[in-house]
């Protein structure tokens, strides 16, 4: 994680892709590093709901304040425009405050 890198874990379905994601999340809690877990369709889902209900700019302040962001079931279908622009905010869009005086470290599982 001091290298502020992205990883991508890839491999057939039902080989553990998810279960070392989430071992390694476990492993950062344990450390006191803040730990954030979505399945990808999940978080899309959140994230349009807080733009609906206006808190998406809370919701984007807490996935850019954790140290580690897991996301999970990436590539399962393809993101449309909307979907592709919330997700490069809290991914590292260097125009969101919280980018410029940190770089999270991410973790993508895909099955």
């Known amino acids: ?5 992205n990883r991508l874990i890839t491999g057939a379905t039902g080989c ?3 279960w070392l994601s989430c071992a390694l999340g476990h492993h950062y809690c344990q450390q006191g590093m803040s730990v954030f877990y979505f399945r990808l369709k999940q ?7 807080a733009q609906a209900d206006g808190s998406y700019r809370k919701l984007l302040d807490k996935l850019t304040s954790c140290s580690l962001l897991l996301l999970d079931d990436w590539g399962l279908k393809p993101l449309n425009s ?6 490069l905010e809290p ?3 260097s125009s969101h405050p919280a980018s410029k005086h940190r770089k999270p470290y991410r973790l993508d599982a895909f099955t």
């Open 1 to 5: 994680m001091k290298h502020h890198q």
């Open 16 to 18: 553990g892709k998810t």
């Open 43 to 49: 978080l899309l889902a959140q994230m349009y709901l």
């Open 82 to 87: 909307q979907q592709r622009g919330d997700l």
């Open 91 to 93: 991914l590292g869009d």
